[in-house]
C-alpha cells in the first residue's frame, strides 16, 4: 500500500524555462534557451554537467554519416563543444571499426568543465545536487517541479519545461502516456570500463572480428564468464587508455531503486571479469590496469513519451523527411537486446532521417517539452536517435521552441515550427 507523506518544500525561484536533466539534450537546451533570450534554470541531480556524455562515455557518435566518405549532419550549439574540446587538446577523431563511423573521441573530464562554461557563459542558473521528484500542475499545465536534495524538499516554477531527464521524470510525473519503462522490452544496460597503460599500437591491431572470437573462446573453455560476446574496445584521445563497452545487464526496469542496486552491482562484477580477461588474453593489454569504472551503469532507454508525432523503424529504414525537421540522423538502428550480440540495422543507402519537432511536443499536457533520448519514437527509432550528436540538436531546437513558447505565451506545440528552423540553420543546424 502507498504511504501517504507530507513535508515541507521551500519554494525557490521562477523561471521562463527550466530545464531537468544536465545531459547533452539538457545543456543544449538550455544554452538554446538562454541565447533565445529567456530566463533559464538548469536542474541536474549529480554535481557536474554532462550526462551520459562524462557519467558513462568518452566518444560522440552521430555528427557524420557512416562509411567511407562521411558527412556531417549535425550543426549549431553542437559545433561549440567540439570546438571547445579540440581547443583544450581534449578531443581526436576516431574511425569506429565496430560501426564504420567517423566518432569524435573526448577527455570526459575536460568535458564536464566545457559543459559548465558554456551554460554559464549563456547565463544559465545551475542548480546542482537536486533530483526531481514530482510536478505542479494547474490543470493540464505543467507549472514547476518539486526536487528534493539535502537541505529537503524544493520547487521552482517556470512558464515552460524541458524534460531532459533521459528517463522522462517530468513527463511521466505530468501525467504525460510513456511507454518503455512501465511496458519491458528495453536495452541492456551497461557498465563502461577504462584500462590504462594498454599498450595502444598493438591492442589497436585486434580486430573486432578477433576480440570477439577470442570471448566465445574463452567462455567455452569456461575460463570466463563473458555474458556478451561482442562490445568494444576502443582507443581514446588519452596515450595508454582504452575504453570499453562489454558488460550486459538485461531486464532491469531503471525506474525501480532495488533492481537498479541489483544492476549497479552486477554491472561492476562484470566490468572486472571482462577486464581480467583483457589483461591475460588480449595482445597489447599485459600491463594493463583498471583505469576507472563509469559513474554509474549506464541506461540506454527507460521512459519514452507518447508526443504528438512517434518516430517508428519505419521512418528509419526507409530515410524519412518531415517538413518539421529539427535534426538529420544517419546512426544505424543499434539494439543491445537481450541475447549476447547486438542487433544493427542501417538506414536506407547510407542515407539520413529527420527527427521531427512533433516527437518532442508531448500529448496531453502543456507547457513542456522533451529533448533526447526521452522522445516520442518506438523502440527501434530510438535505438538509432539516442545517441548523443542527436540528442545535442533535439536539445537545440527544444530550447529554442521553449523560450519562444515561455515568450509570447503559447503552447511549445504551436510555435512555428519553421521559424524555429530558421534560428538553428543560423547557428549552423544541418537541416
Ligand atoms: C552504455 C552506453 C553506451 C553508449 N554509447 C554511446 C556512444 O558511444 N556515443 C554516443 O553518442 N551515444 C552513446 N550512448 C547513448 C547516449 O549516451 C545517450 O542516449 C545520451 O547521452 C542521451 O542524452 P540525454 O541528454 O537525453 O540523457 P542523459 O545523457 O541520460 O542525461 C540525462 C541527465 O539528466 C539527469 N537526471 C535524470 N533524472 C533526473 C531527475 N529526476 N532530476 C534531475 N536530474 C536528472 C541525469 O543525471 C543526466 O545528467 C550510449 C549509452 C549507453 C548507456
Redesign the pocket.
Known sequence: MPETYTAPVTRLWDSDVLV????????IAAVAAARSGASVTL????GF??????????????FFTPGPDPQKIVGGLPDEVIDALFRLHAADYHMCPYSDAQ?ITYNPDVLKVIWERLALDAGVRLLGH????DVLREGDRVTG?I?AGKSGLISLGAAVIVD????A??AFRAGVPCEGAETGGL?A????FRLINVDTDRAGQVAPGTLHAMMVEANARGDYDLPRHQGSA?LTCMPGVVAT?MTKVTDIDVTDPCQMTGAEIEGRQQAMEYARFLIEQVPGYERAELGGL?T??????SRRIRGQYRLTRDDIVAGRVFEDAIARCA?PIED?HARPDTRWERVAQGGTFDIPYRCLVPQAVEGLLV?????SGDHDAHASV???????A??QAAGVGAAWAAQRGLSPGDVPVWEIQDQIRAWGALI
Do not use: K
Request: with cysteine.
Open positions: 531537468v536533466g544536465g545531459g547533452p539534450a539538457g545543456v536542474i541536474e541531480r549529480y554537467l554532462g550526462g551520459n556524455s562524462t557519467q558513462i562515455l568518452d566518444r560522440f557518435c552521430g566518432l537536486v533530483q526531481v521528484i517541479v526536487g531532459a531527464s533521459g528517463d521524470d517530468v536495452q544496460l551497461t557498465t563502461t576502443s563497452n563509469s554509474q551503469i549506464g541506461i540506454r532507454e546512426w543491445h529533448a533526447g533520448r526521452c522522445l539516442r545517441v548523443m550528436a542527436q540528442c545535442m533535439m536539445g
